[in-house]
């Protein structure tokens, strides 16, 4: 599984077997808090099975849905490198199982293979980088540009030409993920729905046909 995880790709067999060897597995039901945000951080989650929500609220309890993640994804890197808190919290949606690395394993890790550390830093530079690039979206695009981008950055492609997302996100979901009201993101995906942009199996959305660049 570790070999999956993007912030280890280039290292060796050796040195992923090490990682592998000094983590633990630990499974989690549905609808459970994994981690806090501002709770103390001192291990990195690798997501074996199932699927979360990554989050943060404020002090009225809103929420905002920062990603949503599944097999092969992973959250709480930075606990490896420094000693700050989480700064986001992470609940289940699905039962789930992950791989645990705890920050004080990784560093007698570290110890034996310091070339974990320049490939760990380099591809946690891509990472930051993809980061910039969302935040940046969320700043200077308007509620149709935001949405549209999480439409299609949760969808994957089907046999028959469409775009298929498998998440059963709400219309509160998408409006958590973009910082706008409900009925806005209600308004557009009626609009699309019009349109046959889009159109909705079951709980799924499915997108017909590339989204409109304006609305």
Do not use: W
Not at 84 to 93: E, F, K, L, M, N
Not at 164 to 192: C, F, H, N, P
């Amino acid at each position: 599984m570790l070999q999956q995880v993007e912030i280890f790709q280039g290292l060796s067999e050796d040195e992923i077997g090490t990682l592998t060897e000094s983590s633990t597995r630990r499974s989690f039901p549905k609808n459970t808090v994994v981690i806090h945000e501002n709770d103390p951080a001192d291990s990195l989650f690798v997501i074996e099975s199932g699927r979360v929500k990554v989050y943060c609220s404020d002090k009225n309890g809103k929420e905002f849905i920062m990603n949503t993640q599944g097999a092969g994804d992973y959250f709480g890197e930075l606990a490896l490198l420094d000693d700050s808190t989480r700064s986001a919290s992470v609940r289940t949606v699905e039962k789930c199982t992950f791989c645990i690395v705890y920050k004080d394993d990784f560093n007698r890790v570290l110890d034996e293979h310091p070339n974990i550390a320049r490939h760990l830093i380099r591809n946690l530079a891509s990472r930051v980088r993809k980061l910039t690039a969302d935040v940046k979206s969320l700043a200077l695009q308007d509620v149709y540009g935001r949405v549209a981008n999480v439409l299609m950055d949760l969808s994957e492609e089907r046999g028959d030409g469409t775009l298929y997302i498998a998440d059963k996100l709400t219309q509160q979901d998408i409006a958590d993920r973009v910082g706008a009201s409900r009925e806005m993101v209600a308004r557009i995906l009626k609009d699309l729905t019009i349109g046959e942009y889009i159109r909705f199996e079951g709980r799924h959305i499915i997108i017909n046909t590339r989204l409109p660049a304006k609305y």
